[in-house]
């Protein structure tokens, strides 16, 4: 926010995994200008698609109420319905289905958050004994942690030179789901389309949209390796559980642990 005010930039947070997270007892969301939620179906409290936007700005809400529903004329924005748009806008509203699902949701989040965050607690405990996985870090202002993944490191020679795709292939094998995550962006093709798109031309200097300089100055190693190598996922949905799921996963891992020698071979 510092950096922000001091560039006289507004800020727009992505708390999309963050419902109820806070930072020094300040919920994520809150400290910009707007806060955006997803609804998405893997996110915590899914509704199917969609999402949220909130802030404490009422001229901002209006504009973006109006933005959701053709443009038309909303609050601070002045103009009468029927006579069309004031913005340019679209039509994204929420059904009254998925409404009706959120709403019950909304109920259980608090709870799920809270079960989420004991279970992830209790697997850290459990998994932090084993040489090769590193667990999440909380930093201290975090006074409410949320749990939208279970994210771990693993480290190949901590596991006698195994390779994340095989601990994948068997910890799925003991019927535990999981996934390498998020794939690195920066040096993918289809930014080369992108660059070499009308609508880019127009926003970008010719010199911004070279693709190779790009992708030389925008070298990520640490992230490379996280993505290519390190990253496991649990997703939300497994903290869950009861505390003897969390116990199933951990034995998984300690047995692949155990065993990583015999799975060098491993094709899955
Ligand atoms: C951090 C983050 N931001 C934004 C999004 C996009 O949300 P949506 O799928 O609702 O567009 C996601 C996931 O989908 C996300 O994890």
């Given at each position: 926010?510092?950096?922000?005010?001091?560039?006289?930039?507004?800020?727009?947070?992505?708390?999309?995994?963050?419902?109820?997270?806070?930072?020094?007892?300040?919920?994520?969301?809150?400290?910009?200008?707007a806060?955006?939620?997803?609804?998405?179906?893997?996110?915590?409290?899914?509704?199917?698609?969609?999402?949220?936007i909130v802030s404490d700005d009422d001229d901002f809400m209006d504009k973006c109420y109006s933005y959701h529903n053709y443009g038309y004329a909303y609050g601070s924005l002045v103009g009468a319905v029927?006579?069309?748009a004031v913005m340019?806008g679209?039509?994204?509203?929420?059904?009254?289905?998925?409404?009706?699902?959120?709403?019950?949701?909304?109920?259980?989040?608090?709870?799920?958050?809270?079960?989420?965050?004991?279970?992830?607690?209790?697997?850290?405990?459990?998994?932090?004994?084993?040489?090769?996985?590193?667990?999440?870090?909380?930093?201290?202002?975090?006074?409410?942690?949320?749990?939208?993944?279970?994210?771990?490191?693993?480290?190949?020679?901590?596991?006698?030179?195994?390779?994340?795709?095989?601990?994948?292939?068997?910890?799925?094998?003991?019927?535990?789901?999981?996934?390498?995550?998020?794939?690195?962006?920066?040096?993918?093709?289809?930014?080369?389309?992108?660059?070499?798109?009308?609508?880019?031309?127009?926003?970008?200097?010719?010199?911004?949209?070279?693709?190779?300089?790009?992708?030389?100055?925008?070298?990520?190693?640490?992230?490379?390796?996280?993505?290519?190598?390190?990253?496991?996922?649990?997703?939300?949905?497994?903290?869950?559980?009861?505390?003897?799921?969390?116990?199933?996963?951990?034995?998984?891992?300690?047995?692949?642990?155990?065993?990583?020698?015999?799975?060098?071979?491993?094709?899955?």
């Amino acid at each position: 926010m510092a950096i922000a005010k001091a560039n006289n930039l507004v800020v727009i947070e992505d708390a999309c995994q963050g419902w109820l997270a806070e930072i020094n007892h300040k919920k994520v969301g809150t400290f910009g200008l707007a806060g955006c939620f997803s609804f998405q179906n893997s996110k915590n409290l899914p509704m199917g698609e969609g999402g949220a936007i909130v802030s404490d700005d009422d001229d901002f809400m209006d504009k973006c109420y109006s933005y959701h529903n053709y443009g038309y004329a909303y609050g601070s924005l002045v103009g009468a319905v029927n006579q069309g748009a004031v913005m340019a806008g679209t039509k994204i509203r929420l059904t009254e289905y998925q409404a009706a699902i959120g709403l019950s949701q909304l109920e259980r989040l608090d709870g799920e958050t809270q079960l989420r965050e004991t279970n992830a607690t209790y697997l850290k405990g459990k998994l932090e004994g084993i040489p090769g996985l590193s667990t999440y870090v909380l930093t201290p202002n975090v006074t409410r942690a949320v749990f939208h993944l279970f994210p771990f490191r693993f480290h190949s020679e901590g596991f006698k030179g195994l390779s994340r795709e095989v601990f994948i292939k068997a910890l799925k094998a003991e019927g535990i789901p999981c996934s390498s995550g998020y794939i690195p962006l920066n040096d993918k093709l289809y930014l080369k389309d992108a660059f070499t798109s009308k609508n880019y031309k127009r926003m970008y200097q010719a010199d911004e949209l070279d693709f190779d300089k790009f992708v030389a100055n925008n070298q990520c190693p640490i992230t490379d390796k996280l993505c290519n190598e390190e990253a496991i996922w649990l997703s939300q949905s497994m903290l869950l559980g009861t505390q003897s799921d969390m116990d199933d996963i951990a034995n998984a891992i300690y047995k692949i642990h155990e065993n990583a020698e015999e799975l060098l071979n491993y094709k899955g």
